[in-house]
């Protein structure tokens, strides 16, 4: 699959059980700041309440054959947060770079005063390379949420 093949829409309430998944996976608990098991009843809410919050972006992206590859999802807010997850079958296949890339593009065209801060745990190593590949800088070594992260931001002037 070539990068260029890569598009996304906004994520719909019938991605509810796809986006569970997705939250479930073992290497995103491991990576996530949150490593408890995300209860589908809890998941229902917070997945029907948010879509509809216009302060949070759910990017679904797909391949030409529009199977789901993975998401990123920009919240705004005090700090404008990212974060992103990639389908298990599709990982390794150089797709988060390009997919923060495109979501970063979109969301700073739609609000172009915003800085998107990334925080990645120190040993997500994958996870750094593609945000650091995405055009994310500034790097600084922070502790959040009792861990040892890096933290990097992205804007218009920066990239």
């Keep these: 699959m070539k990068n260029a093949e890569l598009h996304f829409r906004f994520a719909r ?13 073992p ?13 589908y009843e ?3 809410k917070w997945f029907k309440e948010k879509i509809l919050n ?3 972006y759910f990017y679904l ?3 030409a054959s529009e199977h789901p590859v993975g998401q990123v999802r920009i919240v705004k807010g005090d700090e404008t947060i990212i974060g992103i997850s990639i389908d298990e079958n599709f990982r390794g296949q150089a797709l988060g770079s390009k997919m923060l890339e495109i979501a970063c593009e979109d969301f700073l065209s739609k609000n172009p005063a915003s800085t998107i801060v ?9 996870s750094l390379f593609a945000f650091r590949k995405a055009g994310f800088r500034n790097e600084e070594l922070v502790i959040e949420q ?7 931001y992205k804007n218009l002037i920066n990239g």
Excluded: C, M, T
């Design 42 to 44: 809890n998941h229902v």
């Design 146 to 152: 009792g861990s040892e992260s890096y933290k990097l």
């Design 27 to 39: 290497v995103v608990r491991q990576n996530s700041y949150s490593i408890n098991q995300v209860i």
């Design 54 to 56: 216009p302060d949070y």
């Design 61 to 63: 992206f797909l391949n």
């Design 13 to 25: 309430e019938e991605d509810l059980d796809l986006y569970f998944r997705w939250a479930n996976d």
């Design 118 to 126: 990334a925080y990645i745990k120190k040993e997500n190593a994958p």
